[in-house]
């Protein structure tokens, strides 16, 4: 005799079937991770809007979907990259009239809070690093070395200021004030993206804010950058139910990745070539200063 009662699997198996089943909410997690813009000699790898375009219009294809997660990880990068991205993202969400939660893991820091206010809520963990709301450029200065060396620098150059910054030439006073005046602009145009997105959810003075300064996501609350702090599988549940269906987008980065060794695996040389060893190896080392600046 075969049992039919409610909890037998026959039951369980008819109400899966049902067509009047509802079905559970679906959330698309985008995966955001990494230094964004296009870093090493290749100029192919980081986080752009070429490289998520794709990944961005799949997170938003479904007609069920309750919401879009954003899982970031970014210490920042290229502003430019950091504004596209963004705005696609916000494109989709008004077209599409769904609510954008971001989630802050290690680190949204510099152009990774920027992807961050692209959602209409962010939370983090007690313990990540948030902010740094400011714009830096770096490089080194490498005429005490050649004059040391013997070496004479010979640039040829039509436009007087087309040389500019030229790690091989003392800096000039006009050359860096140039540079900062770029970067006020570039600064002006992140403070507008945080003051649009977060409004009056900011608890403090500009000055404080926007110094380029970084915090815990506990502080970060209380600045009002970040609207609560909770996991994202606990806060999905609390919001749309224990039932919600998350679909992944983007790869789970790899265990070599997340010790922060796979910048120099990637530099290093296989098969014997060793043509490019150099260059890469630098821009592994400027990728690794970059996240350790945050002590990851």
Same mark, same amino acid.
């Given at each position: 005799?075969?049992?039919?009662?409610?909890?037998?699997?026959? *039951?369980?198996?008819?109400?899966?079937?049902?067509?009047?089943?509802?079905?559970?909410?679906?959330?698309?997690?985008?995966?955001?991770?990494?230094?964004?813009?296009?870093?090493?000699?290749?100029?192919?790898?980081?986080?752009?809007?070429?490289?998520?375009?794709?990944?961005?219009?799949?997170?938003?294809?479904?007609?069920?979907?309750?919401?879009?997660?954003?899982?970031?990880?970014?210490?920042?990068?290229?502003?430019?990259?950091?504004?596209?991205?963004?705005?696609?993202?916000?494109?989709?969400?008004?077209?599409? *009239?769904?609510?954008?939660?971001?989630?802050?893991?290690?680190?949204?820091?510099?152009?990774?809070?920027?992807?961050?206010?692209? *959602?209409?809520?962010?939370?983090?963990?007690?313990?990540?690093?948030?902010?740094?709301?400011?714009?830096?450029?770096?490089?080194?200065?490498?005429?005490?070395?050649?004059?040391?060396?013997?070496?004479?620098?010979?640039?040829?150059?039509?436009?007087?200021?087309?040389?500019?910054?030229?790690?091989?030439?003392?800096?000039?006073?006009?050359?860096?004030?140039?540079?900062?005046?770029?970067?006020?602009?570039?600064?002006?145009?992140?403070?507008?993206?945080?003051?649009?997105?977060?409004?009056?959810?900011?608890?403090?003075?500009?000055?404080?804010?926007?110094?380029?300064?970084?915090?815990?996501?506990?502080?970060?609350?209380?600045?009002?950058?970040?609207?609560?702090?909770?996991?994202?599988?606990?806060?999905?549940?609390?919001?749309?139910?224990?039932?919600?269906?998350?679909?992944?987008?983007?790869?789970?980065?790899?265990?070599?990745?997340?010790?922060?060794?796979?910048?120099?695996?990637?530099?290093?040389?296989?098969?014997?070539?060793?043509?490019?060893?150099?260059?890469?190896?630098?821009?592994?080392?400027?990728?690794?200063?970059?996240?350790?600046?945050?002590?990851?």
């Amino acid at each position: 005799m075969i049992e039919t009662g409610p909890g037998t699997p026959i *039951a369980s198996a008819r109400r899966r079937l049902s067509p009047f089943r509802k079905r559970p909410p679906l959330v698309s997690v985008l995966r955001l991770g990494g230094v964004i813009g296009r870093t090493g000699p290749g100029r192919g790898s980081g986080l752009t809007i070429d490289s998520l375009e794709r990944a961005i219009d799949r997170a938003f294809r479904s007609r069920r979907l309750a919401a879009v997660a954003l899982a970031v990880n970014s210490p920042g990068g290229s502003p430019v990259q950091s504004a596209l991205i963004s705005r696609r993202i916000r494109q989709h969400a008004e077209n599409r *009239a769904v609510p954008i939660l971001a989630f802050a893991e290690d680190v949204a820091t510099s152009g990774g809070y920027w992807l961050a206010c692209a *959602a209409d809520e962010i939370f983090a963990d007690e313990n990540s690093i948030v902010g740094s709301i400011g714009v830096v450029s770096a490089g080194f200065g490498f005429d005490g070395l050649i004059a040391r060396c013997g070496i004479e620098r010979r640039l040829y150059s039509a436009g007087p200021r087309k040389g500019m910054l030229d790690p091989f030439r003392p800096a000039a006073e006009d050359d860096v004030a140039h540079l900062r005046n770029l970067q006020s602009e570039v600064h002006e145009a992140f403070k507008s993206h945080v003051r649009a997105r977060r409004g009056r959810r900011l608890k403090e003075t500009e000055e404080i804010l926007f110094s380029g300064a970084f915090w815990t996501g506990r502080r970060a609350m209380a600045l009002g950058l970040v609207d609560g702090l909770g996991e994202m599988r606990s806060v999905l549940h609390e919001r749309f139910g224990t039932d919600v269906r998350l679909r992944w987008i983007g790869q789970r980065p790899s265990l070599r990745r997340r010790l922060g060794i796979a910048p120099f695996l990637r530099a290093w040389p296989e098969g014997g070539a060793t043509a490019s060893i150099t260059a890469e190896m630098i821009a592994a080392l400027d990728e690794w200063a970059v996240w350790k600046r945050y002590g990851l």
